[in-house]
């Protein structure tokens, strides 16, 4: 029986984002940004069940955050969710939880941002944004990033791998039409761009979380660069999964969650 | 609190008092409780069927709130069948179901004007309690909550409202009359590979754009719905409220548009066949290049498995038996 966290909220943000709120006071929020053609939930699979049905999280709020890829651009999309994350700091305030759910405001001590693919692209150019700014919350980010597409991405492999569901079957028929293809090509001045500013920043020895606390590549990715980004540690490997897939807990392969407990834990 | 009652709690947060239904609760009942003989009738008039007096503009709003109540009752039932919340509801949530939906002059809005069973079922629930025999989906609140998820995915969705406007026979016209979107016209578009790209670009998204993507997302609404009834295989009464939460869409989809929806995934498969190569060309490195060869054609054999299976898992759904749970216990069966 789940006992830790409220139904899925409806947050205006984005596009279908939703989230869990726990009962108790959290201490920590964990936001997750799906990739390329994902959607807040589906690209989870069975995150949101595995995560407000354990106990390890029942101080944990978490929000399923979604945009349409295809609308803009990676930096457009970085700014919105950026944006986004300001307000998610002191989320009663921010009228990210509603009053109406009768849970206290909350005082979040990590902020743990799990992206996928292009989703990495998004939360690290959202976190350099707020660098330049010194946000004052910045001291409590980590990353914890799935095949993130932060060196690029073969966008003829992605159109391919993720057909897979309905919606995905439009790519092929737009490949190229759109501006996020552009930032994830490998070189692209998104790219460089970020590697760039990010390189700046850890120069300066201040803003240590644009270090990703833990990425993660899968054996069978044949979407992504798997080349290191700046500083971030080597990766954690896992084997027999694909670029889509290896984000996907469910009853078998518990690793996604596990990667996360270990983020929550130290 | 314990914790079903504080799971109500969130539920009517997120589903009443966030939403429209309040506002719906607070119309019908301050119409309920008028004294005045003159209004009489005001809430059979305002839930009245469409002719020969059409409703409009403040109406239909008012309208809209009433179907968002409602809808907040079915998830209290549903949300009971789930174990999220207790399998009989409090004494004030089911007092308030049965004032509202017993109402003798809010029936017909839902069991003849515009039936939608499951509200007949929540009611007859509220009334009557839980049958005997039902298994509560106990530990399986993600049941619940992917169900949640999921209908969100649809709701208020444009592109999916236009997609079963054009399922229903709907044609859409420009200020100067000329048609621009009709049942007819996107089944030629998911026959061109030429014009859905342009369409799927073009960021004005006209109506058609609009249907197109909309027969996609509804499409991925099916093949996920399909995976949550799957997963709901143990308990019949939960499944079948699910289902029929969906009814109305899925009862006239079934019985009325099912050919003209699955020629459109006939369509949108033969042109991916016919296309293939174009539409996903071989890569430039060398390497790339040798893991393509030895696996295109097999590559696009299993692009056309995976729609077929979307199509199976579609018929799959549309099947009427998950009706029949529910139709048994307000039957007595």
């Known amino acids: 029986m789940q006992d830790f966290h409220t139904i899925p909220v409806q947050i205006a943000d984005g596009d279908n984002s939703q989230a869990f709120f726990s009962y108790q006071p959290a201490t920590t929020l964990v936001v997750f940004v799906h990739g390329f053609k994902g959607s807040a939930l589906g690209t989870w699979d069975d995150f949101p069940e595995a995560v407000t049905n354990d106990a390890d999280f029942a101080h944990t709020d978490f929000i399923f955050y979604g945009y349409d890829t295809l609308s803009a651009s990676a930096s457009f999309h970085a700014t919105a969710f950026k944006k986004f994350l300001e307000r998610c700091v002191h989320p009663l305030a921010g009228k990210v939880l509603p009053a109406t759910q009768g849970l206290p405001e909350r005082v979040y001590t990590s902020i743990i941002l799990v992206a996928h693919s292009l989703g990495a692209l998004v939360v690290r150019q959202a976190v350099v944004m707020a660098c330049k700014q010194d946000a004052a919350w910045l001291p409590k980010i980590s990353l914890l990033l799935f095949a993130p597409a932060h060196t690029g991405a073969r966008v003829q492999k992605l159109a391919k791998e993720v057909l897979s569901g309905w919606t995905a079957l439009i790519s092929p028929f737009v490949t190229y039409q759109y501006p996020v293809y552009e930032d994830l090509e490998p070189g692209s001045q998104f790219i460089a761009t970020l590697v760039d500013e990010t390189k700046k920043l850890l120069a300066d020895k201040k803003y240590p979380c644009n270090i990703a606390r833990k990425v993660i590549w899968a054996e069978r990715d044949r979407v992504v660069s798997q080349i290191n980004f700046c500083d971030d540690p080597d990766a954690e490997l896992v084997y027999k999964k694909n670029h889509v897939n290896v984000c996907k807990p469910d009853a078998t392969y518990t690793q996604p969650v596990d990667f996360l407990k270990e983020l929550l834990h130290q | ?333």
């Open chain 2, 1 to 333: 609190m314990n914790n079903q009652q504080r799971n109500l709690a969130s539920l009517t947060s997120e589903y009443k008092d966030n939403s429209k239904a309040a506002k719906g609760y607070t119309l019908l009942r301050g119409m309920m409780n008028d004294p005045n003989p003159a209004h009489l009738g005001k809430v059979a008039h305002l839930l009245r069927y469409h002719a020969p007096i059409g409703v409009y503009d403040e109406e239909l709003k008012q309208r809209f709130a009433v179907d968002q109540l409602i809808e907040y009752y079915n998830l209290c039932f549903v949300g009971a069948l789930a174990g999220f919340l207790p399998a009989t509801l409090d004494a004030d949530t089911t007092r308030e179901i049965k004032s509202i939906l017993g109402h003798h002059d809010v029936k017909p809005y839902y069991s003849q004007y515009y039936p939608y069973y499951l509200a007949s079922v929540t009611l007859h629930y509220a009334t009557h309690g839980p049958a005997k025999d039902w298994e509560i989906a106990r530990n399986s609140t993600g049941l619940f909550y992917n169900f949640l998820m999921l209908n969100r995915s649809i709701k208020h969705d444009k592109d999916i409202e236009v997609f079963l406007n054009l399922l229903d026979h709907v044609a859409y016209t420009a200020p100067d009359g000329k048609r621009i979107a009709d049942i007819a016209m996107l089944m030629n578009a998911l026959k061109s590979k030429e014009q859905m790209g342009a369409l799927l670009a073009d960021h004005t998204r006209p109506a058609l754009a609009k249907a197109l993507y909309g027969f996609f997302k509804f499409g991925e609404f099916l093949s996920n719905f399909k995976t949550l009834l799957d997963k709901s295989e143990s308990y019949p009464a939960l499944q079948s409220a699910m289902w029929l939460y969906h009814g109305y869409y899925l009862d006239r989809l079934g019985a009325e548009v099912k050919t003209a929806f699955l020629d459109g995934f006939k369509h949108i498969a033969d042109n991916l066949a016919a296309n293939y190569t174009e539409l996903f060309p071989e890569p430039e490195d060398e390497d790339d290049q040798e893991e393509e060869q030895l696996s295109a054609d097999e590559q696009k054999e299993n692009v056309l498995a995976i729609m077929s299976r979307m199509r199976d898992n579609i018929l799959y759904v549309l099947q009427p038996r998950y009706k029949e749970p529910l139709e048994r216990y307000c039957n007595g069966g």
